[in-house]
């Protein structure tokens, strides 16, 4: 430390132009190889054994996500103009490099099975678009008779109807993004065009997510650097505390460039992270020089620089080290923008600590001290005052903060077990966004526009010909059709065997079940094989009849309604298995919610993991146990009414608030560590309780304020992101400082001033 404080007083000049040259080098990198990630899968461990064998099955029937239009004429849709634009809007997508010409399902494109006098015919419900009345009531009649096409790709009041383009994953893009919302409008009026999907929820967040970063950090910057002004009353000490942030994120984010680690939603996050983090070291060395000079008005730059690093070097690097555990913990998640959020914050952390204690000592030796007001010296002794009288009144109440901690405590504990995991992508969004508003249209008139996929498994060969095993799943899709309304429907082979046994007995609705005999099964299945295209079966059970594919579709897309239709689906497993058949689920929807379990395994693992750490690290640090678990009592606390906090308000644990306790430790602990290294220092200078406690309310618990106030206004910002999200865990987080903050002074302090570390041996003495 001494080399590099003579390096630093001796060749300022030469630091500042090291570290200008290795960040400019850092900013090419980033942006040169700087990417959003936009598929959603890709956010997942694709190693997971529910991920694994969910991409097997997408595989075996071709299970995609798709692109929902709807297109809505409020007069009704039976008429010339609309189904012209169905026809052309269906041909335009099938156009489209990215879109397989087979995977666009609309009325133009779909199958009409209808019995004839030859037995079965399977023929589309239209090539030219019909003209005359006659020809738009037969097309009416035909849809309206059609039980896998009313109500699923035309809605029950006849006012909308919607084509599905499904995509491979890799395939979607910014640009092909933008090209379907502009085809949907280039076919708008009289018609109104909806545009839905994952998909297009997929490329909605990848276009809002970097411009949410971009309109927030400035004024990150902006409120950070207001709040430093008023706080350092320096403009150069602000100046050289924003440069810290400034390269500290510009490294982080360049090293992830540089290894080729893509930006994924919640990387958003970081540079608000490090603004509103990088500025504590800053905060705190300003502060002690500033004491120092109040002290010593007569001390040269030299001295007080000097005086600065040597007092401040430790609790900075200790802080540092303990702010980089509590990110690093986030690598317990399987879930790889998590892990990726942790390390490259815990990095960015990491190297704001060495700007710190390199660059605003260079930057003091190069430009001068700052220039203070006079008069500080009165305002600080005048402040002086106040931190011990508030050292006084926290022991003399000691007995009422207790008692106020133990009830808020238990409210929180009460809250915490109304915590719920939300898996919602479309809750990412404001309810009265247009991407929501469209997805709520096309819920309210069709099954819904989330899946989930059930997979249906037998060892025996053609067992989903036997009539036994089909009634058995045509009875779990009415049971859970029927039972819950988040369920709009469902499809399955057994939607095509009903429509074929109802047009084969002159469309009698009697006939509407599941044939009788296995023989008869397998005989329209022939049939539709040899009339029909047999693609589109091979998408509801494979080619031995040993695998099937049920698709539920959900009204909504979070964890709630997801578990709800699971839950119901799994009462019907005993009688399945007792026709050898097994049950396994795929799909987007089923990945989400596997994802947000990892969440939560990840959180509670990252939580337990970096309090240990954090009190084994406090433990070394300061060379007593004791003093580890006195330092983990305010996160701890903070933890607690954080999550408390979460489900008092319903706040959902999702992606982005499950780094809520990592942050929380990461930063919170730092009060603690500047607090119990500078009693520790007036202790022993001191031996005495009352003074050492008076000084360390007066040195740290200042610093303290300052760190507190300046973090809450950094993440206050993230309340004027456009992801509610975001501002949930802006809120939560300035919250968490704050009860930190108190923590600290109070219960921590309590717990330290009765303990009696670090004055035992004098009592003995």
Do not use: C
């Not at 959003?36 to 991409?55: C, G, I, K, R, W």
């Not at 409008?185 to 909605?204: D, N, Q, Y």
């Not at 508030?390 to 409210?411: D, G, N, Q, R």
């Not at 509670?604 to 060379?623: D, T």
């Amino acid at each position: 430390m001494e080399r590099l404080l003579n390096k630093l007083l001796k060749f300022p000049w030469l630091m500042l132009i090291l570290i200008l040259i290795t960040s400019a080098g850092f900013f090419k990198i980033m942006k040169s190889n700087s990417r959003m990630e936009t598929d959603l899968d890709e956010y997942m461990p694709q190693n997971h054994s529910a991920f694994v064998y969910s991409n097997q099955a997408e595989e075996w029937f071709n299970i995609k996500d798709g692109i929902i239009i709807a297109i809505e004429n409020p007069d009704g849709i039976f008429n010339s103009g609309t189904i012209e634009k169905v026809k052309d809007l269906t041909k335009a997508l099938q156009s489209m490099e990215q879109i397989n010409k087979d995977d666009v399902t609309s009325l133009y494109t779909a199958d009409n099975i209808i019995g004839t006098e030859d037995g079965m015919d399977v023929k589309p419900f239209f090539k030219r678009t019909p003209k005359t009345d006659e020809a738009l009531e037969q097309l009416r009649i035909n849809v309206l008779n059609n039980e896998m096409i009313f109500g699923r790709l035309v809605s029950a009041d006849e006012k909308v109807t919607v084509i599905i383009a499904e995509i491979e994953d890799d395939v979607f893009s910014q640009e092909f993004y933008q090209q379907i919302v502009d085809l949907g409008k280039s076919f708008e009026g009289p018609e109104k065009i909806h545009v839905a999907g994952r998909p297009i929820v997929e490329g909605t967040m990848a276009l809002l997510g970097p411009a949410d970063m971009k309109r927030m950090v400035p004024i990150v910057i902006a409120v950070i650097i207001l709040v430093l002004l008023l706080l350092l009353k320096s403009v150069k000490g602000t100046f050289f505390t924003m440069l810290v942030v400034l390269f500290s994120t510009v490294w982080a984010f360049g090293l992830m460039a540089a290894f080729g680690i893509p930006i994924y939603a919640v990387s958003t996050m970081i540079p608000v992270m490090l603004i509103a983090i990088g500025v504590a070291d800053g905060i705190h060395l300003y502060s002690h020089l500033h004491l120092f000079l109040n002290e010593n008005p007569d001390a040269t730059q030299k001295q007080a620089v000097a005086n600065m690093i040597q007092g401040m070097w430790k609790p900075v690097v200790m802080t540092s080290v303990t702010t980089a555990v509590g990110f690093i913990s986030l690598l317990t998640s399987q879930v790889y923008p998590i892990k990726y959020f942790g390390l490259f914050t815990a990095f960015g952390v990491m190297m704001a600590m060495v700007f710190s204690l390199i660059l605003i000592p260079a930057g003091i030796m190069a430009f001068g001290l700052p220039k203070w007001k006079k008069g500080a010296a009165e305002k600080a002794s005048n402040k002086n005052s106040f931190a011990f009288t508030f050292s006084e009144k926290v022991i003399k109440y000691k007995y009422i903060t207790i008692i106020a901690t133990l009830i808020i405590v238990a409210l929180s504990i009460a809250g915490i077990g109304k915590v719920w995991i939300n898996s919602s992508f479309l809750d990412k969004f404001e309810r009265d966004s247009d991407i929501v508003l469209t997805d709520q249209f096309i819920n309210e008139h069709f099954g819904g526009t989330s899946t989930l996929n059930v997979i249906l498994d037998s060892p025996e060969k053609d067992a989903f010909k036997n009539p036994e095993i089909l009634n058995a799943i045509d009875k779990m899709q009415q049971d859970v059709d029927g039972s819950l309304q988040v369920v709009g429907n469902s499809f399955a082979l057994t939607d095509y065997l009903k429509r074929m046994n109802k047009v084969m007995h002159a469309d009698d609705e009697a006939y509407n079940i599941i044939p009788e005999s296995r023989e008869l099964v397998a005989q329209y299945l022939l049939l539709y094989e040899m009339s029909g295209d047999p693609e589109n079966l091979w998408k509801v059970v494979d080619y031995n009849y040993q695998k099937a594919n049920l698709t539920f579709q959900l009204k909504s897309d979070n964890s709630k309604t997801i578990n709800s239709a699971i839950a119901a689906i799994e009462r019907h497993i005993p009688e399945l298995e007792r026709n050898n058949v097994q049950l396994n689920y795929a799909g987007s929807g089923y990945k989400g919610l596997v994802f947000t379990d990892l969440i939560l395994k990840g959180q509670i693992s990252s939580l337990f993991l970096s309090l240990i750490i954090i009190v084994g690290l406090l433990s070394l640090m300061f060379k007593k146990f004791t003093i580890g678990l006195i330092g983990a009592v305010p996160i701890i606390i903070t933890a607690v009414i954080s999550f408390g906090v979460m489900g008092l308000l319903n706040i959902p644990l999702s992606t982005t608030t499950a780094l809520l306790s990592s942050i929380a430790i990461g930063i919170g602990i730092d009060y603690a560590v500047h607090f119990l290294e500078r009693y520790k220092i007036y202790a022993l200078e001191t031996g005495d309780k009352k003074s050492a406690s008076q000084l360390t309310m007066q040195h740290s618990g200042r610093a303290i304020v300052f760190n507190a106030i300046v973090v809450i206004a950094g993440f206050l910002v993230l309340l004027f992101s456009v992801f509610p999200p975001n501002r949930a865990l802006g809120a939560l987080v300035s919250l968490n400082m704050f009860t930190s903050f108190l923590g600290t002074v109070t219960i921590m302090y309590l717990w330290l001033f009765v303990s009696n570390i670090y004055f035992n041996k004098n009592k003995k003495r």
